[in-house]
């Protein structure tokens, strides 16, 4: 079995900043792809950032300049470092990772995560 376990989210001030981890576990053979998600309440599920295992970058314009997407791959963590935080950059956030279990590749979900922006 494979888990993606996040933290670090919480309730942060308009300009504020929090720092998203995700770390997977389990059944483990390679990664490629990981990267987080997002969903505000009565919206649908959106790409925020990903991150390649070679350490290449995509981020969604809205959060470009703001948040950075990083990885270690040592601990086979994805972070997200999210500045400047505005109050519709609130949702709940998701980790995905892409992961190959010995017999197939597929993704991985974390259980999501709050982020609160608010005065």
């Known amino acids: 079995q494979v888990q993606l376990v996040e933290s670090g989210g919480g309730l942060v001030q308009p300009g504020g900043s929090l720092r998203l981890s995700c770390a997977a576990s389990?059944?483990?053979?390679?990664?490629?792809?990981m990267g987080w998600y997002r969903q505000a309440p009565g919206k649908q599920r959106d790409l925020v950032a990903a991150?390649?295992?070679?350490?290449?970058?995509n981020y969604v314009d809205s959060v470009k300049g703001r948040f950075t997407i990083s990885r270690d791959n040592a601990k086979n963590t994805v972070y997200l470092q999210m500045n400047s935080l505005k109050p519709e950059d609130a949702a709940v956030y998701y980790c995905?990772?892409?992961?190959?279990?010995?017999?197939?590749?597929?993704?991985?979900w974390g259980q999501g995560t709050q982020v609160t922006v608010s005065s």
């Open positions: 995905y990772a892409e992961i190959y279990n010995g017999f197939t590749w597929r993704d991985y």
């Open positions: 389990g059944r483990i053979f390679s990664i490629n792809a």
């Open positions: 991150i390649t295992s070679g350490g290449s970058t």
